[in-house]
């Protein structure tokens, strides 16, 4: 029972949240045919995110209103969304369809060397998730912050069936507020919440089972880059992909020792700025509405999601207006440098809060989390190859976008560990920089292997080998 528990638990979000994007038919209608390359791994894909932050709004919503937490409350609208969306499909599909994609998926029509790498790289993903699968069933919840800033919430929040308010501790140590402390009670209650709806639908507290959505947050991610990729390379470089970011190590640890917000907020940050890279070479409203909503969601994740989402602005402004955008952004980076020497030079005031910039030297530590120790595999040995290489590719008005907010996101990582001070605690990861790296990296990978397919494949060579009419609707599906 404990398993189909978890399972309707994992189920019902990813369910309802694949309603909304076929409901909305995206992205189906996105391309002159009706379908879009990499459509199901898409609408899957995102829609596992779009499910959790559509639930956890909803668990909001309950709570202020005081008709508190329980099974049926939660699970209700989230119910009535799938049932809606399986009274939009009317037709069946038939289970003949069903086996052939079945198929395609495990040996696509391609050339016997690329279905040799395919059937390898399916092989390695399944076992990097069987063995992640593995460390969440039998660790319990184990991270330092993981439970004395997130879990301690999402416990009071299950025990009582509604969110109460966390405080600093003068505030608790005052006593009659109702109030609970923790050791970092700013943090937003997206994860709380998610991990007391776990709870929830087990029927007990079970600090190790709450732990599995993380598990299916890298699995929807990898199917999102691979679903995006899909739309400019072939079947195996997309793969290949979506392989590159479900086995970045340092992302694999935050899977493995769940319980931090980090990879919900790198799948919604990613998958944010992968929808405004699809608007701008499309415009298409239903992928400005995804990217607006999951970047707006970036900042209830976690209190550097506040970061992420200007960096997202800033690629935005590329995005409506291409020539211009980038003159501004070229514009804004140098007035950020500039501020940040005169603040490292001055003691200017405001509000009585100090904004002089302790400059630090960081770059030691910086080469070694990202070249030499083993959180990246090569991820920076390749994004600096590839940007040197495919400068001038990334300067285009369909990638430029993405090229911003990769350029701001990465700046700010920089920034944070270049300066110290209390004006810094804006960022909180200032003295984890490598760990806020994990909610850039699969952005990066993206980038990567999107300019280097282009780079490596000449402007003759199809993307995909011809193959029969009946195999080629299957690749397109997948």
């Known amino acids: 029972m404990d398993s189909i528990a978890l399972l309707l638990s994992i189920a019902l979000p990813w369910c309802a949240g694949c309603a909304l994007l076929v409901a909305a038919r995206w ?21 596992y995110f779009v499910g959790l932050l559509v639930m956890t709004a909803w668990m909001r919503l309950l709570s202020a209103t005081g008709a508190g937490f329980g099974r049926f409350s939660i699970a209700a609208p989230l119910l009535v969304i799938a049932a809606l969306m399986a009274h939009r499909i009317r037709k069946p599909v038939p289970m003949a369809r069903i086996g052939a994609f079945a198929i395609a998926v495990v040996q696509p029509p391609l050339p016997r060397w690329q279905r040799i790498a395919w059937a390898a790289l399916l092989a390695g993903l399944s076992l990097r998730f069987a063995t992640l699968a593995v ?9 330092w912050d993981a439970w004395t800033q997130w879990a301690t919430k999402a416990r009071v929040w299950y025990e009582l069936g509604r969110i109460v308010p966390f405080v600093q501790a003068d505030a608790w140590f005052a006593g009659g507020s109702g109030a609970y402390f923790d050791a970092s009670p700013a943090n937003p209650g997206t994860v709380p919440l998610l991990q007391a709806w776990s709870a929830i639908a087990l029927g007990r507290w079970d600090d190790s089972a709450t732990n599995w959505p993380w598990l299916f947050m890298l699995g929807a991610l990898a199917l999102s880059i691979y679903g995006m990729l899909r739309g400019h390379v072939g079947p195996l470089a997309a793969l290949t992909g979506a392989y590159l970011v479900a086995s970045l190590p340092l992302l694999d640890t935050h899977v493995a020792l769940a319980g931090y917000p980090d990879v919900m907020l790198a799948g919604t940050y990613t998958l944010s700025a992968l929808a405004l ?3 701008a070479s499309g415009r298409d409203w239903r992928d400005g509405v995804l990217a607006v909503a999951l970047g707006l969601a970036c900042p209830l994740i976690e209190i550097s999601g506040r970061v992420w989402l200007l960096t997202l602005l800033a690629g935005a402004v590329v995005a409506v207006a291409p020539r211009a955008g980038l003159k501004l952004a070229a514009w804004g980076f140098a007035a950020a ?9 001055s003691t200017p005031m405001f509000s009585g809060l100090g904004l002089h910039l302790d400059y630090l030297s960081p770059w030691p530590s910086l080469a070694d989390a990202y070249f030499l120790f083993d959180n990246w595999h090569l991820l920076w040995y390749a994004a600096t190859v590839v940007a040197i290489v495919g400068a001038r590719r990334l300067l285009r008005p369909t990638v430029a976008p993405l090229t911003v907010v990769a350029a701001a996101a990465l700046a700010s990582l920089v920034v944070a560990s270049m300066f110290s001070n209390d004006f810094a605690s804006w960022f909180p990861d200032a003295r984890v920089v490598n760990r806020a790296t994990v909610h850039v990296a699969p952005l990066i990978v993206f980038l990567c292997t999107l300019l280097w397919r282009e780079l490596t494949v000449s402007e003759a060579e199809p993307v995909v080998p011809a193959v029969t ?5 299957l690749v ?3």
């Open 476 to 478: 397109t599906d997948a």
């Open 277 to 279: 890279h699809r608007w």
């Open 469 to 473: 009419a009946r195999d080629a609707a």
């Open 135 to 143: 460390e969440i069933a039998t660790r319990p919840l184990y991270p």
């Open 27 to 47: 992205p189906f209608e996105s391309s002159s045919n009706g379908r879009a390359p990499g459509s199901i791994a898409l609408v899957v894909g995102y829609g």
């Open 337 to 345: 440098a500039l501020a940040l020497l005169v603040l490292s030079r």
